[in-house]
């Protein structure tokens, strides 16, 4: 509502004038109450007061950046953050145009590791474009990416997962 003031002033501008062209005795001087063009000159004036009000309605809320939204995810998630028992988010960072978690799997060996990380990328081929989280995120034009890692063995390759909004349809 950064316009309010405009919009106020337009209206009450508009008033005055509507009133002069009606002929009120508040207004001086008294030659110019009654002309018929104030009345009009009036009125566009205060469409003009409502219409930056609508206006402003309607013009949406610019697209935030992937800096914005993993700052704003590190604010509200501390981490690391366990999951569940064994996946745990590590760190949530802003590469360009995308947004990359970072996650460690406790597991038990690499073939553990490698079966958790199949289950974790057929979740997301069925459901990781669609999902409410990743959708929203999605559609502004942010991609997603997500780094699985084995915890405690940085030798194992980590598994990567990518949603991108052309290929999630948006």
Do not use: W
Request: charged share 20%; glycine share 10%.
């Amino acid at each position: 509502m950064e316009h309010l003031f405009d919009a106020i002033i337009g209206l009450v501008v508009g008033g005055y004038f509507v009133a002069l062209g009606l002929g009120a005795k508040f207004v001086r001087p008294a030659a110019l109450r009654g002309k018929k063009a104030f009345i009009i000159l009036g009125a566009l004036i205060m469409l003009g007061g409502v219409s930056i009000v609508v206006l402003e309605q309607q013009v949406p809320p610019p697209a935030p950046t992937p800096q914005q939204v993993a700052e704003g995810i590190r604010q509200m998630i501390p981490l690391p953050k366990q999951l569940d028992t064994t996946t745990r988010l590590d760190t949530v960072e802003a590469d360009e145009g995308k947004i990359v978690y970072r996650f460690s799997i406790t597991a038990t060996d690499p073939d553990d590791f490698a079966r958790q990380a199949a289950t974790v990328r057929r979740r997301m081929e069925q459901i990781g474009c669609h999902y409410d989280n990743n959708r929203n995120l999605l559609q502004a034009g942010i991609g997603l990416e997500m780094i699985y890692t084995m915890l405690g063995r940085a030798e194992i390759e980590p598994v990567k997962i990518e949603l991108t909004p052309k290929e999630c349809g948006y």
